[in-house]
């Protein structure tokens, strides 16, 4: 079976701008998490989706927006870009209530600048 | 809210030797779950062991254990015959059950570096 796979690996981009960055879930589970990882911290949940709906939020902006599509592969947008959003952003998936853990991609390291 | 705290932002051992890496967290709830996991310069994180909360045994994986103590809050990571592949973040975690996200809220991590 296939993990979780995120594009791209690394991303550069100027303040202000827009970033899409993408995730694909591990074949069998229904849902998706994001996390924001800064640097020497521990990684902070952004959302979740559980079959295309958003069903938990942690505290972020609305400026950070996701979808889930059918396939259960899924996105993260960030408008208006600011230079905190420098982090390596993490993709996890589930499968139902991820009791039994969730399984994690490598990242994708976006700087701000 | 939840809390997880990791107090030591770094550790070695030699290898082969034994290392306990320390979590506490703070929860008003009583059913929930708590997992260990580790992350290398690859930076995806590894699920190493997971506890669920209502359970009193230790949960154990191979070279892995942890030590439960609910009363404590107190959930920590040893690891028997460390292994130069042990070199990783570590991080404790700690997860509600609701309707709706269950996710994790992560510790700051433990650096821990095996020595040859």
């Known amino acids: 079976e296939t993990g979780v796979t995120q594009s791209p690996t690394h991303l550069i981009k100027t303040r202000g701008q827009q970033v899409t960055l993408r995730c694909s879930s591990q074949?069998?589970?229904?849902?998706v998490s994001w996390y924001q990882q800064a640097l020497g911290q521990g990684p902070q949940f952004i959302f979740q989706?559980?079959?295309?709906?958003?069903?938990g939020r942690g505290n972020f902006p609305p400026r950070f927006s996701g979808l889930q599509f059918p396939n259960y592969s899924s996105e993260l947008n960030v408008n208006a870009l600011e230079l905190d959003d420098s982090a390596l952003y993490l993709c996890?998936?589930?499968?139902?209530?991820?009791?039994?853990?969730?399984?994690f991609g490598s990242g994708t390291r976006l700087t701000v600048v | 809210a939840q809390t997880v705290t990791q107090s030591q932002p770094e550790m070695s051992v030699q290898e082969a030797e034994t290392v306990t890496l320390s979590c506490t967290y703070d929860?008003?709830?009583?059913?929930?779950?708590l997992f260990w996991y580790k992350q290398p310069p690859s930076r995806q994180m590894i699920l190493v062991i997971r506890?669920?909360?209502?359970?009193?045994q230790n949960a154990t994986e191979n070279r892995f254990s942890v030590n439960f103590q609910k009363a404590a809050k107190s959930f920590s990571l040893k690891i028997s015959d460390s292994q130069l592949g042990d070199t990783a973040m570590y991080f404790c975690?700690?997860?509600?059950?609701?309707?709706?996200?269950?996710?994790?809220?992560f510790g700051t991590g433990t650096r821990l570096t095996v020595i040859p």
């Open positions: 996890a998936s589930s499968s139902g209530q991820g009791i039994s853990g969730y399984t």
């Open positions: 074949s069998g589970h229904n849902t």
């Open positions: 989706y559980y079959r295309e709906e958003e069903n």
């Open positions: 929860t008003s709830e009583n059913n929930y779950y």
């Open positions: 506890q669920e909360a209502y359970k009193q």
């Open positions: 975690a700690f997860m509600k059950l609701v309707t709706g996200a269950n996710n994790l809220f």
